[in-house]
């Protein structure tokens, strides 16, 4: 079952990795950092102002641990944000 919680002003995350618009309802597509990156971010933009966050990273701190180093997906799928393809060193 999809769990989400309040990520930032009008942002919500889910434990399946998916972003929300909370005021729009629809939900924000993630993409590659760079040509070879092996993160995937997204930015909000909350009140002219502009942010980037890693989708994983954020998985884990709203769903497992806010303390952790370093995030490894189980199945190397860099968009498979699942809080169950984590693991948090």
């Known amino acids: 079952m999809e769990t989400w919680k309040h990520l930032e002003e009008k942002y919500s995350i889910s434990n399946f990795g ?3 618009n909370d005021e729009r309802g629809t939900f924000l597509k993630p993409f ?5 990156s092996a993160r995937v971010r997204l930015t909000l933009e909350n009140a002219s102002r502009f942010k980037t966050i ?3 990273s954020e998985v884990v701190r709203k769903f ?3 303390e952790f180093k370093k995030v490894v997906r189980k199945d190397k799928n860099i968009f ?3 809080v169950d393809n984590l693991i948090v060193y």
């Open 64 to 66: 497992i641990t806010p």
């Open 32 to 36: 590659l950092k760079g040509k070879h």
């Open 18 to 20: 998916r972003i929300r």
């Open 54 to 56: 890693y989708i994983a």
């Open 80 to 82: 498979n944000n699942h």
